[in-house]
């Protein structure tokens, strides 16, 4: 909860959403569309799911320098989004 335009959903989404109009025949058809420029412009939830991409990148790393002895793991993500 928080006051109206106070950056909730920026925080966790961190993206900017641009309406774009176009001529379909007679009609005219807006659209949303996600722009991300910068690394910066991400958000909360992206950031960590990418740490945790992240983390088993170095997991794996380390097993495949030896410096892992538990090289059985097997990884299962899941992820909703709405």
Do not use: W
Request: hydrophobic share 30%.
């Amino acid at each position: 909860y928080g006051q109206t335009g106070s950056g909730k959903t920026f925080t966790m989404d961190g993206l900017q959403y641009v309406l774009e109009e176009r001529k379909v025949g007679k009609r005219t058809k807006r659209t949303h569309t996600v722009k991300i420029d910068q690394a910066q412009d991400v958000g909360i939830v992206f950031r960590c799911i990418d740490k945790i991409f992240e983390k088993i990148r170095l997991v794996e790393h380390e097993q495949e320098e030896g410096q892992d002895p538990n090289t059985d793991r097997v990884y299962s993500i899941k992820c909703s989004f709405l």
